[in-house]
């Protein structure tokens, strides 16, 4: 059973679409979630922290749905370069390990 | 801004071969990570380090490998006998504190085993 489940995609959407990424983790102890993008052969980063009430950066809104296990990240007027991989993290933080979901793919199209 | 560095960017082995992988974490962080990513799959987590030991590591993280902070800067992967499916990329990340779950990531290095 995968810690952490994400739709591969991959997702090609137009310039200032709106575009929505789930994810969800099995572990109900699960306590830090994390959205991380990742370009093409380089490191990951991070994008944004997830909290329970949900939070916005900007374009990108990261909600919590403790209940049902699941995360997901919005992004609004999408831009040629939000293209990249976005990965779903999950800590329990009873351990130190951080789970890496697959990753969902984004092409933004001019 | 501070970040992790890695050391070398790529690196090319024979099979059986050890390597040593290096990293230089953010000064100030406690917690030091390794992580391998094969091409086109998932993150995947080896080992965290924490005051200077192992505390926790991945099945993936088998007898081959081994960690070391050897002088208070530096954090190192090692493999002692490489196979060709040790072929990834590492990456080294840190983070600062337990109550910080924020990690950084260096660039990586490419491990090729031939």
């Known amino acids: 059973r995968k810690e952490v489940e994400q739709d591969p995609g991959p997702f090609n959407v137009p310039e200032g679409a709106t575009v929505a990424f789930n994810c969800t983790y099995s572990?109900?102890?699960?306590?830090?979630f994390f959205w991380y993008r990742q370009d093409c052969r380089k490191e990951p980063k991070l994008l944004m922290s997830?909290?329970?009430s949900g939070n916005e950066d900007g374009r990108f809104t990261a909600q919590l749905n403790r209940a049902s296990q699941y995360i997901s990240l919005l992004i609004r007027d999408s831009k040629l370069s939000d293209s990249a991989t976005y990965l779903c993290?999950?800590?329990?933080?009873?351990?130190?390990?951080?789970?890496f979901g697959t990753g969902t793919s984004l092409t933004v199209i001019p | 801004e501070p970040e992790v560095t890695q050391t070398p960017s790529h690196q090319v082995t024979q099979m059986g071969q050890e390597v040593i992988l290096r990293c230089v974490p953010i000064?100030?962080?406690?917690?030091f990570y390794w992580y391998r990513q094969i091409l086109g799959q998932k993150v995947e987590f080896l080992v965290s380090?924490?005051?200077?030991?192992?505390?926790?590591k991945s099945e993936i993280f088998d007898d081959q490998f081994s960690v070391e902070r050897p002088d208070g800067s530096n954090f190192t992967l090692k493999i002692r006998s490489t196979k060709l499916e040790d072929s990834a990329m590492y990456f080294c990340?840190?983070?600062?504190?337990?109550?910080?779950?924020?990690?950084?990531f260096g660039p990586g290095t490419r491990l090729t085993v031939l």
């Open positions: 990340a840190s983070r600062r504190t337990a109550s910080v779950d924020t990690q950084y």
């Open positions: 572990n109900s102890a699960s306590q830090s």
């Open positions: 997830v909290y329970s």
């Open positions: 993290v999950v800590n329990q933080n009873t351990g130190n390990q951080f789970y």
């Open positions: 000064s100030n962080h406690l917690y």
């Open positions: 380090f924490y005051n200077n030991e192992i505390s926790e």
